[in-house]
């Protein structure tokens, strides 16, 4: 047998099995048991779990507009930390990515950090007004070849404006991801509506503005027969309806975020705003519906909502503070603790709701593989065993926003490769990392 | 710790120190006395009415906290504030006889001085003390003294009144250095 | 005791121990002594980033009567509503020496964040944070409840006050529910449905939606103010459907027990939550709640400046 270029060894597989993996340019070119022959490099993988590369469908990468908060660079290295291979950048850019050429020149940004892949995401209307569709085809048909449409940070509330995205995207296979969000219901609201808002004074965010708009998609996706994608999910009625939905076989799939699986609203008590996020924080019971749900498999995925704002917006009166959270590093821990550690989910599940499953809803065709013969690789090596501590001084996003500050958390990323090159070795990223 | 003045101890000092307050008074008409909450109030109480017994006259007295009057609140745990009770008469161009327990460092009688003033102008401003145990840090002195205790800074003195502790007695506690 | 920022983080013997200082301090200022050097060479800064002139006058004459020097960085026009952060403004008291920071703010929370902050280091007291809480109200409420009805005790156990009006957006009503269940009354909340928080049932109070139900029974009547603003984001009908169902008038007060007081905090709205007749009425304690805000903002000033925890009597 020939040197081939890296091999990982005796790393755990997500069904449970140990295998050497050899990896050939770009490609797995063989999962073996025991690899006798020669590598360039060879990493020990003993005692770690190897996972396909992670997917993020839903990053806020700030650029082009606030390169203080996030550059596409920097959102890069703080997901090849954090063992993706792609991410999703969201369209509330400055200007918005709502014309070919704002995504062309996100999906170019990406290419030139090299350290994953960056897949726009187009905003459904223009200048996310929720007024009239914006250039939809032209970003399909861009070089950035965008699939997912979502006005994020805003709801595309308007009935017939969002009847006609879901419509429309039909043409080519899109997907509307929708935040779900009833702006009447949420003039000026803070945090979750309840016993704690109650206590606080802060503007009520109720359940219900987040479910009116799940209910009412899953009816039109349903009537027009297209598909939707609900961004963040926050509450048990919301599980609820993506329940009935699929039960009823309309083409839903759903995310939860990291923080939303282990957060709750009793943190606004503090008045720090670094807990302040949109959806907000919602209750322990809502958190363990989410967490059943993400395990039984009506919430598809795990999205992380990464967030990245600069220290002045988040030092300051809650209610003057800006949503939103960092979650790129810690979203695969967070995972850990509160799905595989708690027993609800195995790691072959994990691979499911952060790679194959988000790849395949966004139509990432070379992210998302099984870890067989001949699938590109895209792999992260983590080990399970390891505890880290959090520190907001030393996350690589150019913000620091994280809501961890301080916690130990379980599982350690060693590696990440993408297509073939090591992104982050050891934990560090990796400077010859990208072509 | 060692028993410095007894019950009877007590009450001879107090008698002394009532007769001496008439003498230096020429009489009772004048003088209006007020102790210092806690134990320098109840003080007051039973030198006026030993002057009363002697005299067969009513004697005006008082209270006056001095607690919001104190040099040192930056420094200490604040103090419940004791209720300051000036008699009908008030104290203007009277002999008003300051009367406390124990007479340490000066403060607290330089505070007294500061209340008083807030309140009005006595002709002259006495001091009786049942216990002056040293250690002055301001230019203040006593006029009647029930006892001279000579101790060292470290130990402290303790006076139980029976009208709170249920008996009376002064004693010293802590080695002397 | 280093801030004052909500009831909730104070014991019912430290709630106690206010109030009696604060009498105190009225039986002191009452007398001949108009003013005492308890906080002389202290510096307090009223952070008046809303207006309110008569909470502010209230903190200011308490300082003043207790000797401290008092900075008045107030309300509009200030770098505050300009848009200058919470951080720098903070960062500046600081630099100027401030022993304590009297906040008031329209941001729930603000005082929390002023004391939680590494900005400074002074005592922070909240005097009303949005719709949060407004402690020294409550306290001061309290203190005139128990002066009047209180029959020596020490607390109010027994009593039975109605908060009436809009309780969703009133600070006032926040801290007067915690304090007034902390120290034994019954709270009973009437007011619309639109105008109660989602969670009121987690607080210690019973909620009515029938003023004149619960008016024959109780011995205080609290009226909240309500805003204008409240009727164009469709809280109720309008003012005169308001008035009727839930203002203060001569006819209702007629079913008041004998001896039942009715309070307002203040700016009062006559002719929407209360009339004229009443506000004006033997019943109404509302003049004499603003003379005991000064004593009772006395003793929390001295209370948090002497730092420690209060200790009882004695030398
Ligand atoms: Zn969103």
């Given at each position: 047998m020939s040197t081939v270029d890296l091999v990982i060894k005796g790393a755990q597989l997500p069904d449970g099995k140990t295998a050497d993996i050899c990896i050939q340019g770009e490609s797995i070119i063989d999962v073996t048991a025991s690899f006798k022959g020669e590598s360039v490099t060879t990493i020990d993988a003993k005692?770690?779990?190897?996972?396909?590369?992670?997917?993020?469908?839903?990053?806020?990468?700030?650029?082009?507009?606030?390169?203080?908060?996030?550059?596409?660079?920097?959102?890069?290295?703080?997901?090849?930390?954090?063992g993706f291979t792609a991410l999703s950048a969201m369209a509330n850019t400055s200007p918005v990515a709502d014309t070919a050429g704002v995504v062309e020149q996100v999906y170019r940004l990406g290419q030139e950090a090299g350290l994953l892949d960056v897949f726009?995401?187009?905003?459904?209307?223009?200048?996310?007004?929720?007024?009239?569709?914006?250039?939809?085809?032209?970003?399909?048909?861009?070089?950035?070849?965008?699939?997912?449409?979502?006005?994020?940070g805003n709801c595309v509330s308007d009935p017939l404006v969002m009847r006609r995205a879901l419509e429309y995207i039909k043409k080519f296979g899109g997907v509307i991801a929708q935040h779900a969000q009833d702006p009447r219901m949420t003039i000026g609201?803070?945090?979750?509506?309840?016993?704690?808002?109650?206590?606080?004074?802060?503007?009520?965010?109720?359940?219900v503005a987040e479910e009116a708009i799940i209910a009412r998609d899953v009816l039109l996706a349903d009537h027009v027969q297209s598909r939707l994608h609900i961004c963040h999910l926050t509450t048990a009625g919301g599980v609820e309806i993506i329940r009935w939905a699929k039960a009823r076989g309309i083409n839903v799939t759903a995310e939860v975020t990291p923080h939303h699986l282990l957060l709750t609203d009793d943190l606004a008590s503090s008045y720090d705003p670094i807990?302040?996020?949109?959806?907000?924080?919602?209750?322990?019971?809502?958190?363990?519906?989410?967490?059943?749900?993400?395990?039984?498999?009506?919430?598809?995925?795990v999205a992380t909502d990464h967030a990245p704002h600069p220290l002045e917006a988040k030092e300051c009166e809650w209610q003057e503070a800006a949503f939103g959270m960092l979650g790129l590093e810690t979203a695969l821990s967070i995972v850990q603790m509160t799905m595989v550690n708690s027993g609800l989910m195995s790691w072959q599940q994990v691979a499911e709701r952060m790679s194959h499953k988000p790849a395949s809803i966004g139509g990432y065709e070379h992210q998302g593989q099984r870890i067989e013969k001949g699938s590109f690789a895209n792999l992260v090596v983590i080990n399970p065993t390891k505890m880290w501590r959090v520190d907001r001084d030393l996350v690589l996003s150019n913000s620091s926003n994280t809501p961890y500050h301080g916690h130990e958390l379980p599982g350690v990323v060693e590696h990440t490769i993408f297509k073939g090159t090591q992104t982050l070795i050891n934990g560090q990223i990796s400077q010859g990392g990208g072509k | 710790m060692s028993v410095a003045l007894s019950a009877p101890d007590i009450k001879r000092a107090l008698t002394r120190i009532s007769h001496e307050i008439l003498e230096k008074n020429q009489g009772a008409s004048s003088i209006v006395l007020l102790g210092i909450p806690t134990r320098g109030a109840h003080l007051a109480q039973r030198i006026a009415s030993i002057i009363s017994e002697i005299e067969g006259v009513e004697i005006s007295c008082?209270?006056?906290?001095?607690?919001?009057?104190?040099?040192?609140?930056?420094?200490?745990?604040?103090?419940?504030?004791?209720?300051?009770?000036?008699?009908?008469?008030?104290?203007?161009?009277?002999?008003?006889?300051?009367?406390?327990?124990?007479?340490?460092?000066?403060?607290?009688?330089?505070?007294?001085?500061?209340?008083?003033?807030?309140?009005?102008?006595?002709?002259?401003v006495q001091l009786a003390a049942l216990v002056d145990r040293g250690h002055r840090e301001l230019p203040i002195k006593a006029d009647f003294v029930g006892k001279n205790l000579p101790t060292s800074k470290s130990q402290s003195v303790r006076v139980l009144l029976s009208e709170i502790d249920g008996r009376d007695e002064v004693s010293i506690e802590g080695e002397a250095n | 005791m280093r801030h004052l920022l909500s009831i909730a983080d104070l014991s019912k013997i430290e709630a106690i121990s206010i109030l009696d200082t604060a009498n105190e301090l009225a039986r002191v200022s009452d007398g001949a002594v108009k003013k005492l050097p308890t906080l002389r060479g202290r510096?307090?800064?009223?952070?008046?980033?809303?207006?309110?002139t008569r909470t502010r006058i209230s903190f200011e004459a308490a300082a003043k009567r207790l000797s401290a020097d008092v900075i008045n960085f107030s309300a509009k026009g200030s770098s505050v509503s300009k848009g200058e952060s919470l951080k720098d403004t903070a960062m500046t008291l600081q630099a100027m020496g401030a022993d304590a920071v009297v906040i008031r703010h329209s941001a729930s929370g603000a005082a929390q964040r002023l004391a939680d902050s590494q900005w400074m280091s002074g005592s922070v007291v909240n005097a009303g944070d949005g719709t949060h809480e407004h402690p020294s109200q409550a306290l001061l409420d309290a203190f005139t409840i128990r002066k009047h009805l209180g029959l020596g005790k020490s607390d109010l156990e027994g009593l039975s006050v109605a908060i009436v009006g809009d309780v969703l957006h009133s600070r006032v009503a926040r801290s007067n529910v915690l304090l007034l269940a902390k120290l034994g009354a019954k709270v009973t909340l009437v007011a619309p449905p639109t105008l109660l928080p989602v969670g009121v049932e987690s607080w210690p109070a019973s909620v009515s939606y029938d003023f004149d139900s619960v008016i024959p029974f109780v011995d205080v009547v609290m009226m909240l103010r309500v805003q204008q603003e409240r009727m164009t984001e469709m809280y109720f009908p309008n003012a005169r459907e308001y008035s009727r169902y839930f203002g203060l008038n001569s006819d209702r007060m007629k079913s008041m027990k004998p001896g039942a007081i009715v309070m307002h905090p203040g700016p009062m709205n006559r002719g929407l939550e209360i009339s004229a007749e009443v506000a004006d009425s033997s019943r109404s304690v509302i003049t004499e709640q603003v003379t005991n805000g000064v004593s009772v903002r006395m003793a929390i000033l001295y209370v948090l400046l002497t730092g420690g925890s209060l200790e009882a009597g004695g030398n």
């Open positions: 005692g770690c779990v190897v996972l396909p590369g992670l997917v993020d469908l839903h990053t806020h990468l700030r650029e082009p507009g606030r390169e203080d908060a996030e550059t596409v660079l920097s959102g890069s290295k703080a997901g090849a930390k954090g726009p995401i187009g905003a459904v209307t223009q200048g996310l007004k929720g007024e009239t569709l914006s250039e939809i085809g032209a970003m399909a048909d861009s070089v950035a070849r965008v699939r997912v449409f979502s006005d994020d609201s803070q945090m979750n509506e309840g016993e704690v808002s109650a206590r606080l004074g802060l503007k009520g965010w109720p359940a807990f302040k996020v949109n959806p907000p924080l919602r209750t322990e019971s809502d958190v363990h519906a989410l967490r059943e749900a993400l395990a039984d498999g009506t919430i598809d995925i | 008082g209270t006056l906290d001095i607690t919001l009057f104190r040099d040192d609140l930056r420094l200490r745990a604040p103090k419940a504030i004791m209720p300051t009770t000036i008699p009908p008469s008030g104290v203007e161009n009277r002999d008003v006889i300051l009367v406390d327990d124990v007479l340490f460092s000066g403060r607290t009688i330089r505070s007294a001085l500061d209340a008083l003033g807030e309140i009005g102008r006595p002709r002259t | 510096t307090i800064v009223n952070l008046f980033a809303e207006d309110s």
